[in-house]
């Protein structure tokens, strides 16, 4: 494989889905400018907003992200989501062989409710996310509502 089950990727995607570690998403990034090398690039704690921030407009990148939101004053449910980010300036070869790569990737990253397609940063809007894995998992206590 291209390097998705590395040890370092395999102890941050451990972390995120740790109730023990606030890591709560990392991203993967290609090593080179060609070649389908990955590599961790970057692991964090602020959740979606930060995953986006940290997006390279020029690349592909895969993350994986842990979201947890409140189904009612009782209960909160924590779910995963498998992020595959191409960058609006990303080079047509690139996201040629994007989908391919991305089914060895979510091999290793193995464990998510969704998978978010990006390719602006707005689509990783927390709201439509939690929106999606609500009814991924079947329970929807709001009537659809975000």
Known sequence: MSGADAPEILAAYEAVRSDKDDTNWLLISYAGATGSQLTLSKT???????????????????????????????????????????????????????????GNVKKVLAHHSIQVDAGERRDLDEKEIVSRLRKAGGADYNGGRG
């Open 44 to 102: 964090g704690t602020g959740g979606l907003d930060e995953l986006a921030a940290s997006l390279d407009d020029g690349q592909v990148q895969y993350a994986y992200v842990r979201v947890e939101y409140a189904n009612d004053a009782e209960s909160k449910r924590i779910k995963f989501a498998f992020v595959v980010w191409i960058g609006p300036n990303t080079k047509v070869m690139r996201k040629a062989r994007a989908g391919i790569e991305a």
